[in-house]
Each structure stands twice: as C-alpha cells, then as structure tokens.
C-alpha cells in the first residue's frame, strides 16, 4: 500500500516511523519545504514528490500532517482523486469545513478518518472499558487535565490561534473526543481562557505561546466533566483523567505507575495496561490501513472528527462571550 505523507514536520515523522513497522508499506513525502522534505525521505526511506498532485496520484492513501488550516484544502484533492484520507487532529478549523470533507468522502466513496489518537492509548481505552463495563456504576463527574510546553511548529503556527485555534482546539479537543466517547453526547459548554480573554486578569502580560483553559462540559446524561489544557505548564507535560461513578472511581496520571486506578467499595486495583509494543500511534496508523484494505468503517468516523471539533468551538465561543454554549451539530 503506497502512503503519501503530507506535511515533514513532528507528527509527519512520527506516523512515518510507524509506517515503517507495517510490511508492505511504501511511504512517500511532499512538503514546501525542499530540504525538510529531502532530509525526511533520506530518515524514512521515502520518495519525494515536489508535486502534492502528483503524489495524491501516486498514493493509494493520503495522510494530512499539516497544520491545521490547510487541512480542508489537501483533503479535498485527495478525495476528489478518490484516495483514502488520514487527517490529523483537529479534523478542520471549523464545523463546516468538517460537513464538507464528509461529503465529498461520502460523495466520493471514500474512506476519511481523523487521527483522535487519544482513543488507541491503552489507559484511556482502559477507562472507557471499564466505564462501559459498569466497575464504577453510573458515572457523575469526570475530570482531565492535559498540559505541557507551547508548541511552535513552522512559522510558529501553534501560537497563531487563527491557524491552530489555539489550546482549545489544538490540545483540548483530545479530551473533548475521548469524553464524548466515553461518557455520550455533550449538550452544554461553558470555558475560561487566559488568552482569549485578558480582561479576566488585565495585570497578566501573556507570551503569546501561554495559555490556559478550564472547560465545563454537560452530558446528555447528566455527568458532568472539567477538562483543564495548559501551554503554561513549567514542568514535563502530564496527562490525567478520573471518572467517579455511583459505585467507586478511576483515576491515571501519566507521571505515575502502574498506570490506571480503580477503587471501589470491595478493592483497589492498579494495572499498567501499556505493552512494550502497544503504541497508539502504530495501532492508529494499522487500524485505519486494514479498514481501507478490507473495504471496513475507519474505527474513527468523520462524523466522531466532527463532533469533537463542535465541543471545540463551542468552547472557544464561551471563553469568548462569558456565556454557556450548545456544540453545533453539524
């Protein structure tokens, strides 16, 4: 199967290390950028295409690692050659270029897959077994944090929130996914963001790569979720989750081992679910490429792409006007 790389930065190389540990995978590169692209297809073992056109008509499946406002763009001439499309979060800058990449894909036949890696690590796959598997009992409230560095990107694209849509869109939308996706449907958003409004703290110089955010989501079935992001972190970047049910809890903090915890009024239970092999990137990468091979859904859908980039804006609006907000639906 032929891939063609869109995109020689950070997650262009991660995806194509993992490439490289599927057999009968040919992989292949095209980026504005002459040299990163020349020095990527040396790394990797790939051809190099100065043509975009020309390497969509090569590939057998396009795989988008650009930033994000350029999504829209690659993903329709991909589509429009009737190749298969893995699209990097966020899935689009808004809701409606989301609604157009899927029906072109739905037009088209072809299959369209957002990379929500969040889904295949193990602890988060954990939690939401378990979750599903009533150890907790009914689930009430549920809380995340994710936080790091602010990243840069070419040109500094992570820190222009008209192209990345800032912490919100680019780093929250990971839990908003996994929360839909655990816990069902979200009815209500309500955010705060350092950045997006200052007036909240006018005595706050921000650098243009902090921020932080705290988001309130309300589910269709009453739980309720606090999901914090942070590009102010001073430390390592760290990951937690917890979901508290009517019958005990689960909890994971990336900085701990073992790594998932459940209590309940019987036990305690600690296990580290992550397999030396177990990465979530090769399983992302493997699951969509024996979907496209066995004619299959994505194990992501488009429409799931799209429901994380609504819980995503709806919480830009409302760090924006100080209101509640309900994601739009598409």
Known sequence: ?????????????????????????????????????????????????????????????????????????????????????????????????CATMIEAAERAGTPLMPAQVLRFFPEFAAGKRLVEGGTIGRPAAARTRRGGKAPAGAG?????????????????????????????????????????????????????????????????????????????????????????????MIEYDSRNAPSVRTATADSVKTEAPLAPDDDPYYLQLRGFLDAVKAGSPPPVSSLDGLKAVAIARAAIESAESGRVVRPAQG
């Open 156 to 248: 500094g694209w992570f820190l222009d929130p008209t192209r990345s849509g800032g912490i919100l869109l680019d780093l929250g939308i990971h839990d908003f996914d996994w929360l839909r996706w655990t816990l069902g449907e979200v009815e209500t958003v309500y955010a705060r963001s350092v950045r997006i409004r200052p007036d909240w703290a006018p005595s706050f110089q921000a650098p243009a790569a902090g921020d932080y955010a705290l988001t309130t989501l309300g589910f269709a079935s009453g739980c309720v979720a606090h999901v914090e992001t942070t590009w102010m972190e001073p430390g390592p970047s760290r990951v937690t989750f917890e979901v508290c049910g009517s019958e005990g």
């Open 1 to 97: 199967m032929r891939i063609g790389i869109v995109g020689a930065g950070g997650m262009g190389n991660t995806h194509a290390n993992k490439y490289r540990q599927i057999p009968d995978v040919e992989i292949a590169i095209s980026d504005i950028d002459t040299e990163r692209a020349a020095a990527f297809a040396e790394r990797h073992g790939a051809s190099d295409f100065r043509s975009l056109s020309e390497m969509i008509l090569w590939a057998d499946v396009v795989d988008i690692c650009l930033p994000t406002d350029l999504h829209l763009g690659v993903a329709l001439e991909s589509i429009s050659a009737g190749r298969a499309v893995l699209v990097e979060k966020p899935m689009a800058s808004t809701v409606a270029e």
